[in-house]
């Protein structure tokens, strides 16, 4: 569902304001990140773990309602054609174009050294004596609220920067918060952590999203479809190589080579990135590429 969302923006939005628009997407997603866990706590509580499916249930049929009276009326000048040779020219364009390998690299990467991190803060902080799940949860929570944030200033920071500053700089400031996880600092020192690492993460997360809608338009949806594909592959690697990386080489070693690599990712970007037409945008021409 998010990459069709991803999909729509792009292609209601021009170039030069797509990131911003994406942004402004994405603090629905964070907003919901951060609601959602606190939510479905209280309706566990009141209702138990069926409530909380009963209430998801009645909520994903209210948007699909929203939807479709939002989307009612508005016809396509250029239906998508659903055969299996649109599918095979779709992929094809996509990685015809020399950002694309970049693009998921990239984002790959990205899961592996942040998301993976996750599931190892509860442990990092029992280590520290603190025991409680929740002051967990809060940490993470952080991770969100900087997400939140840099949806609030993208706007201003993207001028600023442009999108290789906002890509050397997002990476950056994730490497800064992987260093400071590592010297295990108190709870609320790594909740503020946390926060400038979403911060951070969204900076050049978003501005891979921009590269990977502008790979194809015929078949953006399919390409900003490989974006998360390729994130959650990073999401599922990155546990596996930090508990190897912590079992064999120790916390602080595994965390700072994750810093290393961050760092690294985000010059790589910037470097290597262009602004470049997508091969098919001739194709649609009621959609700007």
């Not at 951060?34 to 209702?47: H, K, N, P, R």
């Not at 990685?95 to 970049?102: D, E, H, I, L, Y």
């Not at 993207?158 to 600092?185: N, Y």
Request: include cysteine; charged fraction near 10%.
């Amino acid at each position: 569902m998010f990459p069709i969302a991803l999909g729509l923006t792009s292609d209601l939005v021009a170039p030069d304001k797509r990131q911003v628009a994406i942004g402004r997407t994405l603090a629905g997603a964070m907003t919901g990140n951060l609601l959602g866990a606190s939510a479905s706590g209280l309706i566990g509580d009141f209702l138990g773990w069926r409530g909380v499916l009963a209430v998801l249930g009645g909520l994903v049929i209210l948007a699909s309602v929203a939807v479709a009276a939002g989307f009612r009326g508005a016809d396509l000048k250029s239906p998508p054609r659903t055969n299996l040779s649109a599918l095979k020219q779709g992929y094809r364009t996509i990685f015809a174009n020399p950002n694309a390998r970049v693009c998921y690299s990239a984002v790959f990467v990205e899961g592996c050294c942040v998301l993976g991190l996750f599931p190892f803060i509860a442990s990092f902080l029992f280590e520290m004596g603190q025991t409680s799940l929740s002051i967990a949860g809060i940490v993470i929570a952080g991770f969100a609220v900087g997400g939140l944030f840099y949806t609030l200033t993208v706007s201003r920071f993207l001028p600023w920067l442009g999108v290789k500053g906002m890509m050397i700089s997002g990476a950056s400031l994730v490497a800064l918060q992987l260093a400071m996880v590592a010297l295990g600092p108190a709870w609320k020192l790594q909740t503020l952590s946390l926060l400038f690492m979403g911060w951070g993460f969204y900076m050049i997360h978003g501005c891979l999203q921009v590269f990977a809608s502008e790979l194809s338009v015929e078949a953006r949806a399919t390409a900003l479809s490989l974006h998360s594909f390729f994130f959650f592959m990073g999401q599922t690697i990155g546990p596996m190589a930090y508990g190897f990386g912590i079992q064999h080489a120790g916390k602080l070693p595994t965390l700072l080579t994750s810093a290393a690599v961050m760092v690294v990712l985000g010059f790589v970007c910037a470097g290597l990135l262009r602004q470049t037409k997508p091969a098919d945008a001739a194709e649609r021409p009621d959609v700007q590429p």
